[in-house]
């Protein structure tokens, strides 16, 4: 068995890399330490790159499509991880899951339409639609006992004839939120009651915790499998973002023909011959790296949190049950929300989502990207700790 080195620190800037050469736009500081954009510091797996390389070696890159062996490596790979066995048919590559909830709200709604979202919830689920002049409708996740849940009471309240589409981030993000079953079971027969479309966006499904079951929404009833699509990707996991692998999964016949011929009609379900070959490597020769990965990244979660209650007990750390992504609540700082931002950046020095982006729920919070050797989280948190003794 290979032994996979996450330790190693690898120099990003200069490489058109956003997570580091956008700094200075983003943040105004292009020193401080980078822990924001969703992709992970760790060198992308050695089956991807050798599998890049030998197609390179053929040095001829025309217009090229989906193999058999791509679309078996999903098959095989979703029925492996998850227990769901998905047809070919149902398949379809899209150039980015961003996108994909685009061309699906464009596909399935008309300006002035409803779509739901479930704040604090990744931001583009409320710039996406707002920038196609629907109207987005907020169903806030609750808190019970220290656990987001989500208010299916509260829900069922907002729900008109002018709710087209809920999206819905499986896992959850920022919160690290693997839904239990029973949630989204319970949340396909409300949107199928009401023909809402549940657009499930699942791109940190592999980063589930081995402790948890991540449940694809589409699989966890008839009910689900009829009202739904499905958005995966393999690149939050193997670190192969700027490749741009993403798919989408639509078990109905009718929400599939609708939605399959939107996006041939504008060839957006072509993929390219690096995300095929990426993809396929990397979901027939994946699991052992994913498994050295998850391995790391809980471990970086132990430190977070054992740094946050040793040295800043005012920050409270809700723990992820998936991702590399951990949400903290800095509430206990009683700092508004720009002094929090400036706690963190101009004292500090480090480069973190601002947790107001993320809707209601996100004020006096900050979402931390793990994603990096444990040498470089050692040293912003130190960074941190030193900016609120002086606070």
């Given at each position: 068995m290979k032994h996979y080195n996450f330790d190693e620190v690898i120099e990003r800037h200069g490489t058109s890399c956003v997570k580091f050469d956008r700094l200075k736009e983003m943040f105004g500081d292009e020193n401080l330490i980078p822990l924001w954009v969703a992709d992970m510091d760790f060198r992308t797996p050695d089956f991807i790159v050798e599998a890049l390389k030998k197609r390179c070696e053929h040095e001829i890159f025309g217009y090229t499509f989906g193999s058999d062996e791509y679309y078996e490596s999903i098959i095989n790979w979703v029925h492996y991880k998850h227990n769901w066995k998905i047809q070919r048919e149902w398949i379809s590559y899209i150039p980015g899951i961003v996108k994909g909830i685009a061309f699906a709200i464009q596909c399935f709604t008309q300006k002035g339409d409803k779509v739901i979202i479930q704040p604090p919830v990744y931001h583009p689920f409320r710039i996406v639609p707002e920038k196609m002049k629907r109207e987005v409708v907020y169903n806030p996740l609750k808190?019970?006992?220290?656990?987001?849940?989500?208010?299916?009471?509260?829900?069922?309240?907002?729900?008109?004839?002018?709710?087209?589409?809920?999206?819905?981030?499986?896992?959850?993000?920022?919160?690290?939120?693997?839904?239990?079953?029973?949630?989204?079971?319970?949340?396909?027969?409300?949107?199928?009651?009401?023909?809402?479309?549940?657009?499930?966006?699942?791109?940190?499904?592999?980063?589930?915790?081995?402790?948890?079951t991540h449940y694809p929404f589409a699989s966890v009833s008839d009910t689900?499998?009829?009202?739904?699509?499905?958005?995966?990707?393999?690149?939050?996991?193997?670190?192969?973002?700027?490749?741009?692998?993403?798919?989408?999964?639509?078990?109905?016949?009718?929400?599939?023909?609708?939605?399959?011929?939107?996006?041939?009609?504008?060839?957006?379900?072509?993929?390219?011959?690096?995300?095929?070959?990426?993809?396929?490597?990397?979901?027939?020769?994946?699991?052992?790296?994913?498994?050295?990965?998850?391995?790391?990244?809980?471990?970086?979660?132990?430190f977070v949190e054992e740094f946050m209650k040793l040295h800043l007990p005012k920050i409270k750390v809700y723990q992820p049950q998936a991702s590399f992504l951990v949400w903290l609540d800095c509430r206990e700082l009683e700092l508004s929300q720009d002094e929090l931002v400036h706690l963190f950046k101009d004292k500090a020095g480090l480069a973190l989502n601002d947790g107001s982006i993320f809707g209601p729920g996100g004020e006096g919070h900050m979402r931390l990207n793990i994603g990096c050797p444990r040498s470089v989280l050692d040293k912003a948190m130190n960074a941190l700790k030193k900016a609120v003794d002086k606070k």
């Open positions: 808190m019970v006992d220290g656990i987001y849940e989500m208010d299916f009471d509260h829900l069922e309240s907002i729900i008109d004839d002018k709710c087209k589409v809920l999206i819905l981030c499986n896992p959850h993000n920022p919160g690290g939120i693997v839904w239990k079953k029973e949630t989204l079971v319970r949340l396909a027969e409300i949107c199928a009651k009401h023909n809402i479309l549940v657009i499930s966006d699942e791109i940190h499904a592999e980063m589930a915790y081995p402790q948890y689900a499998a009829s009202c739904s699509v499905t958005f995966m990707a393999p690149s939050k996991t193997f670190n192969i973002a700027g490749i741009v692998t993403s798919y989408a999964i639509v078990p109905n016949d009718r929400i599939r023909e609708e939605f399959y011929s939107f996006l041939e009609a504008g060839e957006f379900g072509d993929g390219t011959i690096f995300a095929y070959t990426a993809t396929t490597a990397a979901y027939t020769y994946g699991a052992e790296w994913l498994q050295q990965m998850r391995m790391y990244i809980m471990e970086n979660v132990r």
